[in-house]
Each structure stands twice: as C-alpha cells, then as structure tokens.
C-alpha cells in the first residue's frame, strides 16, 4: 500500500509550526541571541507583573516598542522608540544584533538601540524583571547587566529605579510627558534632579522653571508635605564622586503597587493600583493645573473654575482641535482675524482695537513704558504693531510684545489680579456703524424691554398673592429662596467661616430664628458636595448630628441652611490660645461621647450605612450647652447594608487619613474611627497633632502619647497645659487607650464606634494597645524627628511595637 500524503495534514503542521515559532520560541521572560519578537509576541516578568512587547496608544495607527503592568490595560511604563514609531508590528521585530538590542521597523531599518559595546555576542540575553526593568546581559555568567531600561526612563518613575545626576557626563536622567495621550513623544514638561541643590524641578520646554520640590532634608522634600506622614515609601538619597541620585521603595508591610509619573497635564503624579486594577491619585504637583506654566499655549486662558480648564480667548480658536480634543493645549490658540495694524486711516473702522479681561494674572515678560494716562497707554500700545495687549494699573502703563503665554483668569475679588487689554480685529466686535443691525438691536431690545416689564408686573401679582409662603416643604427640608436668603444673611455680610467648597454665613429667618447658610462656590465639587449633603444629613434626625433644615437650588446657585450653632467649631476652642474659650475637661470628654455617639449612629442605625469620611475638629459644631454635632457631610458615602467597603476618589483631610485610604483601598467605617482617634488625641493636648516647635522641627503628638500609654508614663503631661491638670484620671486614661485603639494601622484591629461609646462610658474595659506600627517612623530627638524604615523602626523601638495587635475586645 502506498501512504498517501494528506493536504490538510499538511497544512495543520505548517500552521503548528508558525504558531510556536511566534508564540513559543521565546522564553517567558527572555529573549536569546538567536530569537525576536514581532506582532503579537511578548515576553512577561517571572512574576507576571510586567510584559514587554508591541503597543498602539488609543486611536493612534502608530506602534511603538514598549513595557506595561500585565494585569493593568495600556498602563505604559516605559517606551523604547517614542521618537521613531513603526508602521506594521508584523513585519518589524526586536532582535539582537551585536550583543544589542536592536528595532527594526518594517523597512528593516533600525529605529532604536541599547547602543552598547560588547565583545562577545553569542551568549547575549535580554530579560524582563518583576521590577520592570529589561536588562541585556552575559547569559553565559552571572556577571551585572551592561545595559538596563531602569537607567533610561521615559515618564515613569518605578520604585527600585534611579533618578539623578551624572557628575562625570554632566548629564540628567529625565522623566519626560508624552507629547499626548496618543503620542509618546517627547513632551514640553519634564523632571529632573537639580544639581545645586538636591531638589527636583519640573521644566517647560527643558528651559522654563515652574516647580521646585524644595531642598532634601534627609526626611522630605521641604515643598511636598504629603511626604511627612508617608508611611508607604522609603526615599533613599545617594551621592558619590560620580554620581548623585534619589531612589525609592515600598515598605514591606503593604503590597502596593505604584508608580511616578510626569503627566502630560505638566503635573508630576504619584499614583497607587486598587484592587479592582484602576489607579488611585495619591497626589500631584503642582497641585493646581492652572500652575503649569503655559498649559494652555499661546492666548489660551487657564481656568480652575471650569473644565476644560483651557478656553481660546474671544477672537481666537484652537491651533489644532485635534489635540484639544486630547487634552493636549500646548498648541495654543491663533487668530480668526487678522489684525490691521498699520491702517492709519479710521474711514473704512479697521483700526484694531482691546478686548478687556478682568480679573487676570498677568503674562510674563512685559515691557513698561512712559505714560501718564490709560488712554496714552492705549495709544502707544495701539501704535506698534507688535503689541499685542497692554494694562495700566499703579504700577504704570505695562505692555507685551508677541505671543502671550501663562494667562490665568483668577476669581472675581481676587486682589492679585489685573485688567488686561487684548488686541483683536475690529471685526471681532459688534459695529456701532452698521445700521441695519442698529435698528434690529432697537427693535429686540425694546421688544425684551416690554416682555421684561409685564413679567414685573406678575411676578409683583404673584409675590403679593404668595406673601408668606416663600418656603415649601419637600419632605423634611424646606425649600429657601435666594431672595430670601441673601436677606438673611444681610447680602451674605457676617461670615462664620469657610470650607473647601465655599463659606459659611450667620442668618435670622422672618421667624427670629437664627442660621447658618453655606453657599458653595466652587461649580464641580461644590455640586457634588450639595448632592451629597441634601441626600444623607437631609433624611437624618439625631441630637449629635447637624440638622440641615433646607436648602436653595436656583439657576447655579447652590445654598445649604443648617441650625445655627453658637459655639461654633471644636477647633476654635481647641486651637486658640484665647483663656476665655478654653473647654473644660467635663465638657471635652462629653464631646467625645456625644460625637462617638453620632457616629454610631450614622454606622450602625440608619437604613444605608454612612461613612462621614472627615471627621476632625473642624467639622464638630457645639451648640449653645456644648453638645457636639458632627456636621460637613460633603464627602459621606452611603453603604448599602450587604456591603461592607466603598472606593472613593474624594480625599478628606490629611493628618486624619486612615493608612488603607492613604493606600487606595476600598475603605470601611474604620476609615472614621482612625480619623476620631486622632481628633481625640488633639482634644486631650488642646494643639494640633502635627505642630512646629520654635526651632522649626515637627513634633507629632500621638507618637509621645502612644509611647506615654503603653509605657505606663505621666499621663498629665498629655494634658492640654491650659487645663492646669484638672481633669478625671480614669476618663483621661481610657480615652487615650481609646484613641491609641482607634489609630492602629490594621483597620481589623480598630473598634467599632458602638464599643468606642461602651468604652467611654465605661462599660466595657479598655486594655493596654501596642503602638500603632506607622508611628514607629516618627522618632523623636533633640534634633529632629527621624523617619525610620520597617526593619530599624523595630530596632529604635523600646515598646513592644512590632507585637500582632488585638482590638480590645479579643484580649
């Protein structure tokens, strides 16, 4: 019998073939001297936490060589050919040639290289590492790598890596932005280590400073407070005759995953991965857009008060929609109309002329000039062609020359700002000439005119009819006029104080009965604020929860009424150094009953468990016999009852932030628990936790109490001096146990609120807590406050910190 060859048989084979020829022939996380990867190959870490391989950033039909979290989609780490993309990622490869790496693009041209000198090729691998770094090494020892991705980063900061100076070339390691979300390019925004000083700044265009992190101190840098109660990161600062560098770790007691990125905002970002592998901002420099120099390009103005934050000023529109589009507005704006300067003759009304903009911070770069009076400045500014706006204000006549860049609109008040007179195209203003649109604007305007009248006229009809009844009920919140309000509130004229999204105003309604108003400013936060507030504390009646009576919701304008609260706040007795409002002990220890007590309340009583998410001083009110009030639930999150945690974005105030939040993490009730620990810390000492003493050190008062609590130490000297040490022992004792309890790191071994309350009120005993783990990186000395990493916090330790901690009711 003759064996027929079967077509299809062979088919299958060669197909088997070229799917393990592209899929298999790599090693998981090598590539050999005889090996290369296209199209769809990668390679991953042995962990599986990074891959390397091909990539095409959003809508881009561009591809590019690069390295990503394998469990994160398109979170880019690092970018081999930014500048030279390739076409078709089937028909380019990554090789290596000549113990290199080596891009070669479709054309088989090579686009990028390791660019090393090595002698023998033939042993040459190249490996992905867990800490995201590729390095290219001698496969045939075990000898270092002669050339490794971590020294040539793009825009991301991974812990492990270095980010420094090189003495010797002079030279920086960069991070750079991408040019925009889907183009890594090199950016105009940058980081890079100062050598003169040993701090980072952020350029614009490699030339213009904008950001300074502020001096290393050995701890932090001066400038990025967010570092002082860090607790995750390990900052290390090296310097030798070669070389002098930052690096940075993660602590081992938490498996964060995280990441520094030079954003194509113009902000630098530290970001942390949740688990449900979305990123959490941890915080970002500058902290305002707006402070990015330039952002919004040439004759855009920057806005924090409205998204986007960069609008084209009138007479102007985006130099290329497209990358507005991307959030990309370095392009800046160009003109619609030509301008006429140089037309001497008024006859045909082509002279340029200024559009007046309010409330500016002035561009850079001006040019003052001689002149005695604005409509010389005008005049002297409208005859050279190359002025292109100019302001008169004490300073004299100022004006510019070219482009304008940096154009921030400030708030309306603010004193820092500046009218600024921009030059347009006499057509981009209504002709006073045109007398066909003369008449018209005669004919609506007296047409409006009218109809503005008549509806006077009813609304007078209906006011007289509806005297009395401005309010109306909706549920249990009254429903305010404006009107009615800002009558109140004599034109909002007696503030009591301000938040984050806008001030707080003292009112008498029609009935004598006093108030408090809020009035939120700010149109982003400041709604979602409302919402929140209206739609939690509106259905709540509790004697140690703030009563939100009703609200206003016209046109833009947002208002909360509350109870008015004649004490005011915790912290304007705590805090000030005023004799007369200085609070008893009996008084401080029922504020702390009574606001556990609110707090169980908004936990375990009400239909959706409530987490407040900013319990501090500032946000208990006191009314007329002391009775706290927890009060601002701008920042609460409503709990379905079957679940147990809730993702925020939202951050409430540092200095009070549980370690699991700080973390990214899902948070639970525990998240106000700590925060209530650490307000019962500054109720016992009167100041707060984190304070400078005289010679500029930080002092961070629950380390001293903590270590005073578990050591057996005087606790008077705990004591709010003011107090003179007249106060209960046993209630001063417990509610320190209480707070120490209340702060440890692990959220498992907090109390809940209910057995916070039964420990106050001595039902429940309260035993000795070990220090808290995070308190251990603040040491103190006569000299400073010395962080400490996880393995020499136990050796500086002399309590026994490093024990498993119980909640108080398993011991």
Not at 326 to 338: A, M, N, P, Q, V
Not at 405 to 427: C, F, H, M, P, V
Not at 498 to 525: C, P, T
Not at 557 to 585: A, I, T
Request: hydrophobic share 35%; net charge neutral.
């Amino acid at each position: 019998m003759h064996n027929k060859t079967n077509p299809r048989s062979i088919f299958v084979v060669f197909f088997v073939c070229l799917f393990l020829n592209n899929y298999i022939s790599l090693g998981a996380d090598t590539i050999f001297a005889n090996q290369s990867l296209s199209g769809d190959q990668t390679i991953v870490s042995a962990g599986g936490i990074f891959e390397l391989g091909f990539f095409k950033p959003g809508n881009s039909s561009n591809y590019y060589l690069g390295m990503w979290y394998k469990e994160v989609a398109q979170t880019i780490v690092w970018v081999a050919n930014r500048e030279k993309p390739v076409s078709n990622k089937f028909s380019s490869e990554l090789r290596i040639l000549d113990g290199n790496l080596v891009l070669f693009n479709e054309s088989k041209i090579p686009v990028w290289s390791t660019n090393v000198n090595f002698t023998s090729s033939h042993s040459v691998e190249a490996v992905l590492l867990d800490n995201g770094n590729l390095v290219l090494k001698d496969g045939s020892n075990s000898s270092e790598p002669f050339w490794e991705s971590l020294d040539y980063p793009t825009h991301t900061w991974l812990p492990g890596s270095k980010l420094g100076y090189n003495k010797k070339a002079k030279t920086n390691q960069l991070l750079t932005s991408w040019k925009n979300p889907e183009d890594p390019a090199p950016g105009l925004f940058s980081l890079e280590l100062s050598p003169k000083d040993n701090s980072y700044i952020i350029l614009w265009n490699r030339s213009k400073q904008y950001w300074n992190s502020g001096d290393w101190n050995g701890h932090i840098f001066s400038l990025v407070p967010e570092m002082r109660l860090n607790y995750i990161y390990n900052f290390s600062y090296v310097n030798n005759h070669n070389e002098s560098y930052f690096t940075y770790s993660v602590y081992n007691t938490t498996n964060t995953i995280t990441r520094f990125v030079m954003d194509v905002s113009g902000q630098v970002k530290q970001l942390s991965r949740l688990p449900n592998n979305e990123w959490n901002l941890f915080w970002s420099q500058p902290r305002q857009q707006c402070q990015v120099y330039a952002f919004c390009g040439a004759y855009g103005g920057c806005n924090e008060k409205s998204l986007p934050f960069c609008n084209c000023l009138m007479g102007f529109s985006p130099r290329s929609p497209s990358d507005w589009g991307l959030k990309e507005y370095s392009g800046g704006c160009i003109r619609r109309s030509k301008l006429q300067c140089g037309n001497s003759s008024l006859a045909n009304g082509e002279r340029d002329r200024f559009l007046e903009m309010s409330s500016m911070s002035l561009p850079e770069n001006k040019h003052s000039l001689q002149a005695g009076s604005f409509a010389e400045c005008e005049s002297r500014c409208l005859g050279n062609c190359s002025c292109t706006a100019y302001a008169f204000d004490d300073d004299g006549c100022s004006v510019w020359m070219g482009q304008l860049l940096n154009l921030k609109q400030l708030e309306a008040g603010d004193s820092s700002g500046t009218t600024l007179y921009i030059r347009l195209a006499a057509s981009e203003f209504r002709s006073p000439k045109d007398e066909n649109g003369l008449v018209i604007g005669v004919l609506v305007s007296s047409a409006v005119g009218l109809a503005v009248f008549m509806g006077f006229i009813v609304f007078l009809v209906l006011r007289r009819r509806k005297k009395g009844t401005r309010k109306i009920v909706e549920g249990s919140l009254m429903v305010f006029d404006y009107r009615d309000l800002q009558n109140a509130t004599k034109n909002f004229s007696e503030k009591l104080g301000r938040g984050g999204f806008g001030s707080v105003f003292k009112g008498i309604l029609y009935d004598s009965s006093m108030i408090a108003v809020k009035k939120l400013e700010s149109i982003g936060q400041g709604e979602k604020q409302f919402r929140t507030e209206v739609s939690t504390i509106g259905t709540l009646q509790h004697v140690n929860l703030v009563r939100l009576r009703g609200f206003c919701s016209q046109g833009t304008k947002r208002l909360l009424v509350y109870d008015y609260m004649s004490n005011g706040s915790l912290d304007s007795h705590l805090f000030h150094e005023s004799s007369s409002n200085v609070l008893d002990w009996k008084t401080r220890y029922n504020i702390a009953l009574g606001t556990a007590r609110g707090l169980v309340y908004l936990h375990e009583k009400c239909r959706n468990c409530i987490i407040h998410c900013d319990i501090k001083p500032e946000n208990i009110l006191l009314d007329a016999d002391f009775c706290p009030k927890v009060a601002d639930f701008g920042l609460a999150k409503l709990v379905g009852r079957e679940f147990s945690r809730v993702l925020t974005t939202m951050r409430g105030t540092r200095g009070y932030l549980a370690p699991e939040w700080i973390a990214g993490v899902a948070i639970t009730t525990k998240a106000d628990v700590y925060s209530y620990g650490m307000t019962l810390f500054e109720l016992v000492s009167g100041k707060r936790n984190s304070e400078q003493s005289e010679d500029g050190k930080v002092n961070f008062f629950p380390t001293l109490a903590s270590r005073v609590i578990v050591e057996g130490g005087n606790l008077l000297s705990l004591l709010d001096p003011r107090l003179e040490g007249n106060a209960d022992m046993e209630e001063l004792e417990r509610l320190c146990k209480v707070a120490c309890w209340c702060i440890q790191d692990n959220e498992v071994h907090r109390p809940p609120m209910g057995q916070v309350v039964q420990m106050l009120e001595g039902i429940t005993d309260v035993n000795s807590p070990p220090v808290p783990r995070s308190l251990q990186f603040y040491v103190e000395t006569k000299e400073d406050i010395v962080f400490f990493t996880e393995s020499s916090s136990n050796k500086s330790s002399p309590s026994a910190c490093s024990s498993v901690s119980t909640a108080p009711s398993e011991l």
